[in-house]
């Protein structure tokens, strides 16, 4: 028996209402381009919309003139999806409130959860979107995963309940001293002032 390795989320489809309200949100609030457009091949009653969510994978959404939309929550059920989480980069994730206020949109407010912060809101469906900007950038050659796994094992031998942002400057000096070499002896921390 041998895994099926995935290689990273190729799209992701969700219920959507008419076309233009999903347009609207889609492109209209979070920016994603709309790039491509067909039937729903299984269901040709239905729109299938395509829309880059910045990093060249895809969102999709089924549209249908006659769906209804929905403004409460969508059902959290087992299996049911809880929240989408989007990245948006700092300079960004300052503007969030102010652009979500003048559309009158409510939200969570941010929230500090060590190693990103967060905003979240829901869309004219009721889905929780999220928008979330790290809080460190790993080292050159690292991903966020690779600290993220790091800081987490930091966490646990210190008996820490979350990672904190310690865990995460820790998780990137060990890193950094396990991929990059250097011609000292000894890359302990020193003190050049205490001469």
């Given at each position: 028996m041998k895994?099926?390795?995935?290689?990273?989320?190729?799209?992701i489809t969700l219920m959507g209402a008419d076309r233009q309200s999903s347009i609207d949100f889609w492109e209209g609030v979070l920016?994603?381009?709309?790039?491509?457009?067909q039937p729903n091949l299984d269901d040709p009653e239905e729109g299938h919309l395509y829309f880059d969510p910045g990093d060249g994978r895809l969102i999709t959404i089924f549209t249908n003139e006659n769906r209804a939309r929905v403004h409460s929550r969508?059902?959290?059920?087992?299996?049911?999806?809880?929240?989408i989480a989007f990245e948006v980069d700092r300079a960004m994730f300052d503007q969030v409130l102010d652009r979500l206020a003048?559309?009158?949109?409510?939200?969570?407010?941010?929230?500090d959860r060590g190693f990103m912060h967060s905003i979240y809101f829901k869309d004219p469906l009721g889905l929780l979107i999220e928008l979330a900007c790290y809080?460190?950038?790993?080292p050159s050659g690292s991903s966020h995963a690779e600290v993220m796994m790091q800081?987490?094992?930091?966490?646990?031998e210190r008996g820490a309940e979350a990672i904190e942002r310690e865990h995460l400057a820790d998780a990137a000096v060990m890193i950094v001293e396990r991929s990059q070499g250097s011609l000292s002896a000894d890359r302990a921390a020193k003190n050049p002032f205490d001469r």
């Open positions: 895994k099926i390795q995935s290689l990273g989320v190729h799209h920016g994603m381009p709309f790039i491509f457009d969508t059902p959290m059920d087992a299996g049911c999806v809880h929240h003048d559309r009158g949109i409510g939200n969570s407010g941010i929230k809080t460190f950038i790993p800081a987490h094992k930091l966490r646990v």
